[in-house]
């Protein structure tokens, strides 16, 4: 069953919410960048936001959570790793769930605090760089209490305007960031697939080249409202005397990301 999110925090008096999510390796950071990159082309204020740096409760004490449930004596634990993961999102145990669960609910309610501040009111567009939904796919379990956890966790969870899954072959999202085992990519990349039973709205892109995922983010981000507000900015700016120099409408043209998290 489809769940409606949260409407508390009205999606007009808010920034414009783009969120990012999928297994590591996917690509998520470069279209990030890329898509700042072009709406800060077309006048708009951007922030970006990392959810676990900026939003994740306590995200330090839980990047070390589970470290001593890891089998060292595995023997692709003794291959030197290019990245070392922020957290052991990868170790499932029960009790572990658990002690995600309640700092989930933390995290909910520190993102509505922060979408209602008057701090964020100064920027048009706020893109996420994982959301929510990442949590969701790293609760392991089927059991109906589990189900019934996740349905209040979204209802209570702002919902963004454009919300992308950026998908990808696992071995292609291995080969680039190998930050966690290939069979836990696996299992990652069907849990954020699913996703959409729950979330009908998520806009899940496909495999291929950068270029080629921007593109379909981009056909995305032009039908919004989002782009109408940035002709409508410059339309006053013109009326008012401003000299406004043609921006491109379309991120189909070659993009130099600029901006950082």
Same mark, same amino acid.
């Given at each position: ?68 449930? *890891?089998?060292?004596? !595995?023997? /692709?634990?003794?291959?030197? =790793?290019?990245? %070392? #993961? ?98 836990? *990519?696996?299992?990652? !990349?069907? /849990?954020?697939?699913?996703? =959409?039973?729950? %979330? #009908? ?61």
């Amino acid at each position: 069953m489809a769940l409606s999110h949260s409407n508390t925090q009205s999606k007009v008096s808010r920034p414009f919410l783009i969120t990012f999510s999928g297994i590591d390796g996917a690509g998520k950071t470069t279209q990030i960048e890329y898509l700042s990159s072009y709406l800060e082309k077309q006048g708009l204020r951007v922030l970006l936001l990392s959810f676990w740096d900026h939003i994740a409760v306590w995200s330090r004490v839980r990047g070390g959570v589970g470290q001593g449930t *890891v089998d060292t004596s !595995r023997a /692709d634990q003794a291959t030197p =790793r290019s990245f %070392v #993961p922020k957290n052991n999102k990868h170790i499932r145990k029960w009790y572990l769930t658990a002690a995600r669960a309640g700092f989930y609910m933390l995290d909910v309610a520190r993102l509505r605090r922060l979408l209602a501040s008057q701090q964020l009111r100064n920027f048009d567009v706020v893109i996420f760089d994982r959301y929510v939904y990442d949590q969701v796919a790293n609760i392991d379990s089927k059991s109906s209490l589990a189900r019934v956890y996740v349905k209040v966790l979204l209802k209570r969870a702002p919902a963004p305007n454009l919300a992308f899954v950026i998908d990808e072959l696992p071995a292609a999202a291995f080969a680039r960031k190998p930050e966690f085992p290939l069979e836990f *990519v696996h299992r990652n !990349r069907e /849990d954020f697939l699913q996703l =959409r039973e729950l %979330v #009908p709205q998520l806009i899940v892109t496909s495999p291929g080249k950068p270029e080629d995922v921007r593109n379909e983010i981009c056909h995305h981000v032009n039908r919004s409202r989002i782009l109408n507000s940035a002709s409508t900015k410059e339309n006053t700016e013109t009326a008012a005397g401003s000299t406004v120099v043609g921006r491109p409408n379309s991120c189909s043209a070659q993009n130099h990301p600029t901006a950082s998290v």
